[in-house]
């Protein structure tokens, strides 16, 4: 039901999952041979920023932490909004010659074929996709759903054959590029590239019958709830600029963030709530804390 109404999802918060650790914890240490075990917090991601923060305030449940992943300082104005992006850029740049440049040139590409219906045809057979586009007002939604597919190889650009977003090849980003070495091509040929490259991340399988823009990742991912967090607490300021990174220009706008969450959620989010709960980086209070990432990770933008 915690979907159902936004009266339950009340308790989907980092302060309340802090607490269900401590008295989880508690609880089994009562029921084990580790009574008197010292435990320590481990975690990835979301789940590494849990770890840090429970460490910070429960140093007398949890005696130190691994927070691998976790951006605690993606908040506010702790660091710039496009270094995400940059990182992502970069690790398009390392993985291919030519293949952050082509990215780079796919949006005015897009742009372009946006303009005419045939254009638009074009588009929706040659990247195969379950609903065609319609107008040019799918453009900035087809374009998005690309920018997130950067994003998420760039999360996931692992040395091994993994499926935790996708079923992906080992270095991911690395077949994607062998896709995108030549920025300097007509319209229609770079867009044929691009279809190939993200092909890699949908469908590495083969199993695909058609792309949905809809969708990013293997629904098991469940990411619903994540969603909710970040339209309560867990507001990050992104941003590109088309210059240093390889997106199109996008600035941080709060107020429209905003109005999307009360569409989806009926609720509007807290910024600054985080850094006034878990101090920013105001943390020198806190102890036997590792931080720890990949350098290709865009989340090590707080390095
Ligand atoms: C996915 O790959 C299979 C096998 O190569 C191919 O038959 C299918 O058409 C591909 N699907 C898409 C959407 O390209
Ligand atoms: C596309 O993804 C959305 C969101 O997950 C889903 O509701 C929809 O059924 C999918 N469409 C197709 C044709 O698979
Ligand atoms: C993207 O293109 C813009 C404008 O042509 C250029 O200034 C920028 O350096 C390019 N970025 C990358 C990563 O290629």
Redesign the pocket.
């Known amino acids: 039901m915690s979907f159902q109404d936004p009266k339950y999802l009340n308790y989907l918060t980092s302060e309340q999952a802090l607490a269900d650790f401590a008295l989880l914890i508690r609880f089994l240490k009562e029921r084990s041979e580790a009574r008197d075990s010292a435990v320590i917090a481990i975690g990835g991601s979301y789940g590494g920023m849990l770890a840090a923060w429970m460490r910070m305030k429960y140093p007398h449940v949890v005696v130190g932490a691994l927070a691998a992943s976790a951006p605690i300082w993606q908040f506010e104005e702790l660091v710039p909004c496009n270094l995400y992006y940059q990182i992502v850029t970069n690790d398009f740049k390392k993985s291919g010659p030519g293949c952050a440049e082509s990215i780079n040139k796919t949006w005015s590409a897009l742009n372009r074929m946006f303009k005419s219906d045939e254009g638009i045809r074009w588009l929706s057979g040659t990247f195969?996709l379950c609903a065609p586009l319609k107008s040019q007002d799918d453009a900035a939604g087809f374009k998005n759903w690309l920018s997130e597919t950067w994003v998420n190889l760039a999360m996931v650009d692992y040395p091994y054959p993994a499926d935790f977003l996708m079923p992906l090849p080992a270095w991911p980003i690395k077949e994607v590029c062998k896709y995108l070495r030549n920025p300097n091509l007509d319209d229609k040929q770079l867009l044929q590239n691009l279809?190939q490259a993200i092909?890699v991340y949908?469908?590495y399988?083969?199993?695909?019958?058609?792309?949905n823009t809809s969708q990013t990742a293997v629904g098991s991912l469940d990411d619903l709830g994540w969603s909710y967090q970040a339209c309560t607490e867990m507001v990050m300021p992104f941003c590109s600029d088309g210059i240093t990174d390889m997106f199109e220009p996008q600035t941080w706008n709060f107020e429209a963030f905003s109005d999307d969450c009360y569409k989806q959620w009926g609720i509007r989010p807290r910024p600054k709530w985080i850094t006034s709960v878990y101090g920013g980086k105001n943390i020198n209070a806190a102890s036997n804390i590792i931080f720890s990432n990949g350098g290709l990770d865009p989340w090590s933008v707080w390095r």
Do not use: A, D, V
């Not at 399988?205 to 792309?211: A, P, R």
């Open positions: 195969r279809f092909n949908y469908n399988t083969g199993n695909t019958q058609c792309l």
